[in-house]
């Protein structure tokens, strides 16, 4: 992890916007922590574009596709 970047394990507020959010959720979900915060971090208040990517309708898919062992019916 960065040394800039300080998630708390506590209940808090987390600024999703910040572009270090990412890599405090993984630190987050590596130590198990139940919830995180961002009050302590430098970077608590940025506000810098999230640049992923944009997401269209052809990226979602309104079927769910389940196992088929999930499907038989017993009885």
């Not at 209940?11 to 959720?25: A, E, H, I, K």
């Amino acid at each position: 992890m960065e040394t800039d970047l300080n998630p708390l394990n506590e209940d808090g507020q987390r600024n999703l916007f910040c572009p270090y959010y990412r890599q405090c959720l993984d630190e987050a979900v590596k130590n198990q922590w139940p919830f995180w915060s961002c009050e302590a971090c430098a970077h608590r208040y940025e506000m810098e574009e999230l640049t992923d990517g944009v997401l269209t309708y052809a990226d979602a898919s309104p079927v769910y596709r389940l196992p088929t062992s999930f499907l038989q019916i017993e009885g």
